[in-house]
């Protein structure tokens, strides 16, 4: 069964003006060629033409547009040139030349070769300026000598899906590297997750690049991101390449058919490995390894009741990239918010990094900040939302701020599970709970609220009120975490970080 990616559209590989310039060059030359041969009568100037003309057009055409490069890497300072000058230099050579070669052609064959060499120079000049500075970073990779990679082909969602693990592969005391296949998100990334390790961006073809990057001491690689692109990653041998997501949901992109064609797949507890059985994606058994769920880490116990002061967070997902993938309920979220202000509830609003891009989602959670501020105005309840709630704050200072949480089909869930509160969950696109829990893992221990939220008066009832589904979260927490707390997943995962990094795959 294919699962559609619900984090990220591919972007194609970009071409520009490279084949029509491989045709024009290839053409100039088989024109010089025969220009030569004709007039001098003699196949071996024409031959040597030949040769020199299929060599640069090759170099051209296989050579990326833009050099790799780095950030953040100890003893490399950048490409050492200046490309676009070098293209307009090269470009202004190659015409010159092109236009001696064929000009001269039956006044002085002779000169019309120089004119040629002249013309494959100028072609060359770039590729040469790209492999000198692709070899120099490469020569500072080495030195640096990373063991691990973390590898993103993705071109949404880098900032916070790369800071969600990069503290934990750094925890292994392992040397990482992070390698950006999309030159036009790296700033993007840079600023929203400000790694830490040395930031490798592939440049403009990207994957034709990799020959720089991928150093021989780099021995694992790990995936964050659902991109169809990290094929060329996989294709790298001598590593050890391993899944491990962003996020525990019951999403598509927790089940989808590209992870069986990794090495290893870490996965958060028994759950996330039935979800492949239970949608037909065979994956064989010992590529699974469980290590709970790091991001957990410091999570706090539910406060003792009754709460003079009740809080909730509301957690909508991403709407995705297409229908088929859209579990998110901002659509109603305005009424949501609306009916936990009339119950007296002080709110914390915590959307899905991507929907303030859309624009119809960035009007509703507009909506939502206005509902809040002039309730705050009205009775002084301190709701949060907006820089505080998304970015300053996260999911476990969410977590540990409220008393229940109201999400959809969501990693948040998974995450607030160790809390031992009270959640609900959104169904926007069923109708039938029984279902709803057969299909998510997270639901059994879940209130659910349908989309025409007929259902929600009572959800936050029982929410505030006695909890009859407390005693299922406990069992709903090990199905899907395991039994191991944040802490001790966070050293389980580096333990095995360390292990691969070291050629020990696990067994």
Request: charged share 20%; glycine share 10%.
């Amino acid at each position: 069964m294919s699962a559609p990616d619900d984090e990220a559209a591919e972007v194609p590989e970009p071409r520009g003006s490279a084949g029509a310039q491989l045709i024009a060059w290839a053409v100039g030359g088989a024109a010089t060629v025969a220009g030569v041969a004709l007039v001098t009568g003699e196949a071996a100037p024409a031959v040597v033409v030949a040769v020199l003309v299929a060599i640069t057009c090759r170099l051209a055409w296989t050579t990326p547009r833009s050099a790799p490069r780095a950030h953040g890497l100890p003893g490399y300072g950048g490409p050492r040139h200046d490309l676009p000058r070098l293209r307009r230099i090269g470009r202004l050579t190659t015409g010159i030349g092109w236009i001696a070669a064929v000009g001269l052609a039956f006044v002085a064959p002779l000169c019309s070769v120089l004119g040629a060499l002249l013309a494959l120079a100028g072609m060359a000049l770039e590729p040469l300026g790209w492999l000198d500075d692709g070899r120099r970073l490469r020569r500072a990779l080495e030195r640096h000598a990373p063991t691990i990679a973390l590898a993103y082909a993705g071109t949404t969602g880098g900032p916070w899906q790369i800071a969600m693990w990069e503290p934990y592969l750094l925890a292994s005391q392992e040397s990482c590297i992070i390698i950006n296949r999309h030159e036009f998100v790296s700033e993007m990334i840079r600023r929203g997750a400000a790694p830490r390790s040395p930031f490798v961006d592939l440049g403009g073809l990207g994957f034709a690049n990799l020959r720089f990057v991928a150093v021989e001491s780099i021995r694992a690689m790990f995936y964050v991101q659902n991109a169809e692109s990290n094929a060329h990653f996989l294709a790298l041998s001598g590593r050890t390449h391993v899944w491990i997501g962003h996020g525990e949901s019951d999403k598509p992109a927790s089940f989808n058919e590209r992870h069986a064609r990794y090495d290893l797949l870490a996965l958060a507890g028994p759950a996330a490995v039935e979800r492949y059985a239970a949608n037909g994606i065979d994956v064989p058994a010992e590529k699974f390894v469980l290590i709970g769920r790091p991001q957990v880490a410091g999570i706090e116990g539910p406060r003792p009741r009754p709460w003079a002061d009740p809080r909730v967070l509301y957690a909508p997902t991403w709407a995705g990239i297409d229908p088929s993938v859209n579990f998110s309920s901002l659509r109603i979220g305005p009424q949501i918010v609306r009916a936990m202000l009339d119950r007296g509830l002080t709110v914390v609003f915590r959307p899905h990094p991507l929907s303030e891009r859309g624009v119809r989602h960035g009007e509703l959670i507009a909506q939502i900040h206005a509902l809040l501020e002039r309730d705050r105005r009205a009775t002084g309840r301190q709701h949060v939302w907006g820089e505080q709630a998304t970015r300053r704050w996260s999911i476990v200072d969410c977590a540990n701020h409220v008393d229940m949480l109201v999400s959809d089909v969501s990693s948040v869930v998974g995450d607030f599970l160790p809390s031992g509160k009270p959640y609900a969950m959104t169904m926007m696109r069923h109708d039938d709970p029984k279902r709803f829990r057969a299909e998510n893992s997270l639901a059994r221990g879940g209130y659910l609220i349908g989309a025409d939220l007929a259902t929600l008066p009572e959800v936050l009832d029982a929410m505030l009120g006695d909890d009859p589904l407390a005693g299922l979260r406990e069992e709903v927490r090990r199905h899907v975490l395991t039994d191991r707390s944040g802490e001790e997943s966070a050293a389980c995962f580096a333990e095995l970080v360390r292990g691969l990094a070291r050629g020990q795959v696990p067994s």
